[in-house]
């Protein structure tokens, strides 16, 4: 009897899905142990309050956590549902509903961000960045294209480095106290950038210029857009600006080290209500579930429980670097929204190349690592901002990670 080609077909398709399957690889519950020990030895030593960590991997729950406390002065045990504020990790939030409109075909990204708007025609740069804008200006080489404001290569600062201008920004956009963010986003451009559009990756509050954007194409304020067309569909329930009362009873609380060099609470805690300037650099509040819901779309390729929010070839641009080597981070370079490694060597550190993340000032982490299926969120409130327990925490993820053993005993 002649075979059936199409059976036969069908047969080494199963077979190939089936070898897949055992092939992707897992956690070592044993490693992951050695993951929660180290946090543990680090709040007991008192260099960390209390951490939330949650992985999703092959589409499943991997692990999770809440180890430490919510606030030192009391003692009071962290758990798994607490809200933090994730500071610049709303960057990512912004960017990906910005490309949602682009995809809408309300502009390319080729298009000078003057075209909507305009209060950014004719920029000035800097002639001597030491002396800021006392040092004078000349007119910047080339407009600023909205990939520029993208990838931070627009020429502006954030108003947090130690530049003089810098100093400048702080004082405009954060320090006046600017009642919206059309206020703020005028500020901002009414001073010079630090370089010509396109030279220099700096990182900035270019996201708000998004978000203004946002605003403006769509006929909503930032926080109705986020919130109708990504954080209820996608069952983001404890995302936002403004946290109700019984949202704000689960709020961690900010932690820093005092003059004697001891961690704890700090005297001036974020306010969780009454935020009327819904930026794109930062001031979401959220949960670790809720930006992995988030990230996990992402990694989806844009769908999420049949919806979709983005295609996947945006998802593919967004995480391709943008930043024409001038990202500062060995083996890193910068896309839409994130940073994305792509030269996983130069980085000297665990990971996978095609894995892309980000931060926020008050020590929270998250990365979405294609190839391993995995997505990761670290929650703590802990300032100053410091890169160490980032590094910390993908080492430590990916520590954890084993093959299976059919792919243990192959030669």
Do not use: C
């Amino acid at each position: 009897m002649k075979p059936n080609p199409r059976f036969l077909f069908l047969l080494l398709l199963s077979v190939f899905f089936s070898l897949a399957s055992v092939a992707q690889s897992k956690f070592s519950p044993e490693r992951l142990q050695r993951y929660q020990e180290y946090y543990q030895k680090e709040i007991q030593g008192g260099r960390l309050p209390g951490i939330v960590t949650l992985v999703y991997k092959n589409g499943e729950k991997a692990y999770e956590s809440a180890i430490g406390y919510s606030d030192l002065s009391t003692k009071a045990p962290i758990s798994v549902d607490q809200i933090f504020y994730i500071q610049s990790m709303t960057k990512p939030i912004v960017t990906t509903a910005f490309m949602m409109l682009y995809e809408e075909g309300h502009f390319f990204l080729t298009d000078p961000v003057a075209k909507y708007l305009p209060e950014f025609k004719e920029m000035k740069v800097l002639a001597d960045r030491t002396k800021g804008s006392e040092g004078g200006t000349v007119p910047a080489n080339s407009p600023i294209t909205i990939g520029q404001v993208l990838s931070h290569t627009a020429g502006f600062v954030h108003g947090i480095g130690g530049t003089k201008l810098d100093q400048e920004v702080a004082k405009a956009i954060y320090q006046s106290s600017p009642k919206t963010l059309e206020e703020r986003v005028k500020n901002l451009a009414a001073l010079p950038l630090i370089s010509h559009p396109g030279t220099e990756w700096n990182y900035s509050a270019s996201p708000d210029i998004l978000a203004r954007m946002i605003e403006v194409t769509s006929g909503m304020s930032l926080d109705q857009f986020l919130k109708t067309r990504l954080f209820d569909p996608l069952g983001m329930k404890d995302t936002g600006f403004n946290l109700s009362e019984a949202q704000s009873t689960r709020m961690v609380q900010l932690h820093a080290y005092n003059d004697s060099g001891v961690l704890s609470k700090t005297k001036n805690q974020t306010p969780t209500s009454g935020n009327t300037v819904f930026g794109g650099t930062h001031g979401l509040f959220s949960t670790a579930q809720d930006y992995s819901i988030f990230a996990r779309m992402l990694l989806n390729g844009g769908e999420w429980q049949g919806k979709r929010y983005l295609s996947s070839k945006t998802i593919e641009i967004m995480t391709l670097p943008h930043d024409d080597g001038l990202f500062k981070d060995p083996g890193k370079g910068f896309g839409y929204g994130f940073a994305v490694v792509d030269d996983l060597a130069a980085t000297q550190g665990l990971g996978s190349e095609g894995t892309y993340y980000w931060s926020g000032a008050f020590s929270t982490y998250f990365f979405i690592d294609p190839k391993e299926n995995m997505v990761a969120i670290f929650m703590t409130q802990l300032a100053p901002f410091s890169s160490y327990y980032e590094n910390k925490f993908r080492q430590m993820i990916y520590q954890a990670i084993e093959q299976p053993e059919i792919l243990q005993t192959q030669e």
